[in-house]
């Protein structure tokens, strides 16, 4: 247990269904990111938090995604309108220094 | 695409054997880390090195920097059945992962 928790573990949804996922991160942990996953690839950086401000996006986080971190302590992933090929891990991470500490993941099955 | 490249993609070896991984970037970095990951589940970091270092070593871990070639690699010695696992470089504030090299430690 790395000390950052995500909600649920797992997630199945209708196609065009609304999904939140919940990341806590480690308590003193200014910086939070969120990643996606899919079989056999590597993480993929969606966006990332200091604080409580959203630095940065990738041109990947369509307009259907967007995050959240109120008050710079846990964070929301909200995907609008789901499609199949949102279907993926959703990672969170946090961290203060240099090395970085990964929940576990919520894994998503858009069908 | 944001991920570099790691080579070999997937890694076969009998326990005992040494694992050799190979990760390649394009930008300039001030440090690459390594991260493991068992089936399906978080990451785990297992070993940063500075760009004004060439060699680190972490237990049974060996990873190499050469800035020039933009290239890094991760050797595992004595390799065990429990390092089943994909490994992944990482580079940059934001963390740009590799596709990562998928080993396996058959006993």
């Known amino acids: 247990d790395t000390g950052v928790s995500q909600d649920p573990r797992h997630k199945i949804t209708k196609r065009g269904q609304n999904v939140t996922f919940r990341c806590d991160p480690i308590s003193e942990h200014n910086r939070l990111y969120w990643y996606r996953q899919t079989l056999g690839q590597g993480p993929e950086f969606l966006t990332y938090?200091?604080?409580?401000?959203?630095?940065?996006k990738s041109r990947l986080l369509s307009d259907r995604f967007s995050a959240e971190r109120p008050k710079g302590s846990f964070s929301t992933l909200e995907i609008q309108r789901t499609e199949q090929g949102d279907s993926a891990m959703y990672l969170c991470a946090s961290r203060t220094g240099i090395e970085a500490f990964f929940g576990q993941g919520t894994r998503l099955t858009v069908v | 695409s944001q991920q570099g490249e790691e080579d070999p993609q997937a890694l076969s070896i009998q326990e005992g054997e040494n694992a050799t991984m190979n990760c390649s970037y394009k930008t300039s970095i001030n440090n690459l880390q390594w991260y493991r990951q068992n089936s399906g589940r978080g990451l785990v970091h297992l070993i940063l090195?500075?760009?004004?270092?060439r060699e680190k070593h972490s237990g049974r871990l060996r990873v190499t920097l050469d800035t020039s070639k933009k290239s890094s690699s991760l050797l595992i010695t004595a390799s065990r059945a429990a390092d089943t696992a994909s490994y992944f470089c990482a580079r940059g504030g934001k963390l740009i992962f590799g596709q990562g090299t998928e080993l396996s430690v058959k006993p």
């Open positions: 938090f200091q604080n409580e401000a959203q630095l940065e």
């Open positions: 090195i500075r760009s004004n270092e």
